[in-house]
Structure formats: structure tokens, C-alpha cells
């Protein structure tokens, strides 16, 4: 079973929810690093514990959401251990997880629905990274 941790602010808040259910039917073990309620929060005070738990290997991977998705990415990538990417697309969810071994999708949620949800998340946890040459590539995302 994959652990997957999950963060959102008040905009991703609904799709949060949604997400945690359909993964725990999948059979992944969730972690919700919250919010917990639809009330106004900043996407940092979530992201940053997603992002820390992802670096010590808690979880194995992990799924940020907020309103364009943006600043959720920003966030996450703060973190030398994190490869968060933002994907409206399924083609892009895969390019995400082959090219730079993702290891954080990043969901916008004011821009999206649930099935366009689902869809993003499927790729993203049945697409592995092709290694090859993107690893010398991947390797140098580090400071």
C-alpha cells in the first residue's frame, strides 16, 4: 500500500475531500495535513508539512491543492526533497512522473472537476519515472 500525503487551503478544501475518499477506496493510506474546513487558511501552512513529510520519507508521495495551483506548487518546491508539479492535463500528469520522477501532483481546483480529478490522478500514480536520460536531468534540480 502507498502512503500519500495530502494538503490543500479553503479553495481546494471540497476537492480535498473528494480526493481523500477516492484514494482510500483505491487502497492508498492517506495523510491529511488539513485544512480541515472550507474557512479562509494560507496554502503555506499546509504545503510545508506535505513537503516536510515527503523529504522523511513518510509518505511516499503526495497531492497539494489549491485554488490555480500555483501557489501550492511554489510552496512544495521549496523543498530540496520535493518535485511537485501542476497539471491540468493527463498528458502532462504523465510527462510529470516520466521526465522529472514527480513526486507531487498539484491539483488546481477551482480550475478542474472531480472526474478531471480523478483522470490527473490515475496517471499520475500508474505512470512510473523512465529514468535514462532524465536522471542526470532530475539530478540537477538540486541546489
Given at each position: 500500500m502507498k502512503k500519500v500525503g495530502i494538503a490543500s487551503?479553503?479553495?481546494g478544501y471540497e476537492m480535498k475531500e473528494f480526493v481523500v475518499g477516492y484514494?482510500?477506496?483505491?487502497?492508498?493510506?492517506i495523510f491529511d495535513f488539513g485544512t480541515h474546513s472550507p474557512e479562509s487558511v494560507d496554502y503555506a501552512d499546509f504545503g510545508h508539512p506535505l513537503a516536510e513529510a515527503v523529504e522523511?520519507?513518510?509518505v511516499e508521495c503526495g497531492v497539494g491543492l489549491c485554488g490555480s495551483g500555483e501557489g501550492m506548487a511554489m510552496t512544495l518546491n521549496k523543498h530540496q526533497g520535493v518535485r511537485a508539479g501542476l497539471v491540468?492535463?493527463?498528458?502532462?500528469?504523465?510527462l510529470i512522473r516520466l521526465h522529472n520522477d514527480a513526486n507531487v501532483i498539484v491539483l488546481p481546483a477551482r480550475f478542474i472537476s472531480n472526474d478531471e480529478a480523478i483522470a490527473l490522478l490515475d496517471k499520475f500514480f500508474t505512470t512510473p519515472f523512465e529514468g535514462g536520460r532524465h536522471e542526470a536531468r532530475v539530478a540537477k534540480m538540486k541546489l
Open positions: 487551503d479553503h479553495a484514494l482510500q477506496a483505491k487502497g492508498y493510506e522523511r520519507g513518510e491540468w492535463l493527463p498528458e502532462i500528469a504523465e
